[in-house]
């Protein structure tokens, strides 16, 4: 089971993670991690390396897929389209990166949660 929480830095998207049964040991930066905490980090640094972050989460999504997994899984992204458009190119592509990784990854969830206040809203 695939579970995506999307919602504002400190909006509890962490403390939900922890709810949905995930030790903290479980989570981390990373794919290699049970909960993928902070996914917009990882974009950004994808994108600050000059990868593509969309076909790399696509990647890890279906090696994850082949090993078994993921039989409960979960990833939390701030949100970070809000707001006033940067001047900078390099953070208006690192913002729709990770707006096009939050709809790639809700197509394959089984549950996308909104946190807001600490309050889990069911969207899928």
Do not use: H, W
Request: charged residues 30%; contains cysteine.
């Amino acid at each position: 089971m695939l579970t995506l929480i999307v919602g504002g830095a400190f909006s509890g998207k962490y403390g939900r993670l922890i709810e949905l049964g995930y030790a903290p040991g479980d989570i981390g930066a990373g794919f290699e991690y049970d909960a993928v905490y902070k996914l917009n980090d990882v974009i950004r640094k994808l994108t600050a390396d000059g990868a593509q972050p969309l076909p790399y989460i696509l990647e890890q999504l279906e090696r994850l897929e082949r090993l078994g997994r993921p039989r409960r899984r979960g990833i939390a992204c701030d949100e970070v389209g809000g707001g006033i458009v940067p001047l900078c190119q390099a953070e208006r592509d690192y913002r729709e990166a990770v707006g096009r990784a939050c709809c790639l990854i809700a197509k394959k969830a089984d549950t996308v949660e909104r946190m807001v206040c600490g309050i889990p809203q069911k969207l899928k």
